[in-house]
Each structure stands twice: as structure tokens, then as C-alpha cells.
């Protein structure tokens, strides 16, 4: 891979990053009820999750998965059911969290296992990376060296956003009200649902 498409590759990166999903939604959710090292376990758990999914997709996994018909389909749903569950669990606890004076609870698994899960829920992330990789590889050049350049400069774009969507969220939970995290908890609750819709509803080509 030369210079200067490893920069077209890294551009490219850095406008996805730019774009929140489920992932920095549930991070921005967490920092703010729960504090910047829920945030950073998030952080952790999509890395391997995000890991997992480059590993697969590097290796060519995501055509047998793009193939495999309505077994796909099933894991499609089953992730999409996850983050409507995970909303409506936000939704649920913004309204009784502070009620008691009790501090938030922590979800069952810890905050690294919640956000792995959250990455592995949309399987379309690997026909993604399938059909993303291949524009940037040079053919003249060995493909798996460059499938884990590509590999780690995308995870290093996200760990680098999504820890800074963390840390802000932790530090500015400390000035916000109660009633101002719950009202986010909420906000962030309707995103992961609508999500979740939207990958119950779309189709994979």
C-alpha cells in the first residue's frame, strides 16, 4: 500500500468515526450516568468486538456470512433485538435512577462485556469491512500485511474517538444535574431503539 492510499484509507476512517452508531451512543450514555471508566470499559469491549469483526472479514469469512441465507438473517435479528432491549433497559432505569439516592446500577456482565456485545450486534459490520478493504488494496502487494494495517488503523481511529467520547462525557456528567443525565439516558435509549429497528428492518445484499 503506498503513502498515499494508506491517507485516503486513514480520511476515510476518520469520516466513519465521525458518524455515531450504536457503539458511541451507548458510550456517550454510560459516561455520562455512570462516569469516564464505564465509558472506557465500553471503550475496550467494542475494540475486541470491532477485532473480532476485521479478523473475520480479513480472512473471508464475510462472503460465507453474506451467504449464508436465513442463518444470517437470524444473527441480523438477534443483534437488532439486543439494542432495542439495551434502549429500552436506559429508558426504564433514567426513570427510577436517583429516585432512591442509590447510584446507578452497573449492567449485569460489566460495562467491557455490554459494549463487546453492542459491537458484535450488527453483523452487517462485516460485509462492510468486506466490501470497504478491497479499496484500498494494492494487488501488487501482499494482502494480509495490508489487511492488518487497515485492521489497526481503523480500531486506533475508533479506540481514539470513542475514548474521547468518553472522557468528556465522564467529566461533564459532574456538572450536569440528575434530571439532565436521566433526560440524556433517554435520549441515548431512543437511538440504540431506532437502531435496532433499523437493522430489524433493512436487508443485507
Not at 5 to 15: E, T
Not at 50 to 56: D, G, P, R, S
Not at 79 to 107: C, E, F, H, N, V
Amino acid at each position: 500500500m503506498s503513502l498515499e492510499l494508506y491517507l485516503a484509507y486513514l480520511l476515510a476512517c476518520l469520516v466513519i468515526v465521525l458518524v455515531p452508531g450504536p457503539t458511541v451512543t451507548l458510550i456517550i450514555a454510560n459516561g455520562l450516568k455512570h462516569g469516564t471508566r464505564a465509558g472506557l470499559a465500553n471503550v475496550a469491549g467494542t475494540q475486541l468486538g470491532l477485532a473480532i469483526m476485521i479478523a473475520v472479514a480479513g480472512i473471508g469469512l464475510n462472503s460465507v456470512i453474506a451467504a449464508m441465507g436465513h442463518w444470517f438473517e437470524w444473527v441480523r435479528l438477534a443483534g437488532a433485538a439486543y439494542l432495542i432491549w439495551l434502549g429500552w433497559k436506559m429508558i426504564r432505569s433514567a426513570r427510577t435512577d436517583g429516585a432512591t439516592g442509590a447510584a446507578p446500577a452497573a449492567p449485569r456482565g460489566g460495562f467491557f462485556l455490554q459494549g463487546l456485545l453492542v459491537a458484535l450486534s450488527n453483523p452487517k459490520t462485516l460485509v462492510f469491512f468486506g466490501a470497504f478493504f478491497p479499496q484500498f488494496i494494492d494487488p501488487a502487494r501482499p494482502h494480509g500485511l495490508q489487511i492488518a494495517i487497515m485492521g489497526l488503523t481503523a480500531m486506533a481511529c475508533a479506540a481514539v474517538s470513542d475514548s474521547a467520547y468518553a472522557i468528556i462525557c465522564g467529566r461533564t456528567s459532574r456538572s450536569l444535574s440528575q434530571a439532565s443525565i436521566r433526560l440524556m439516558s433517554r435520549i441515548s435509549g431512543g437511538f440504540l431503539i431506532g437502531g435496532g429497528v433499523w437493522l430489524a428492518v433493512s436487508r443485507t445484499r
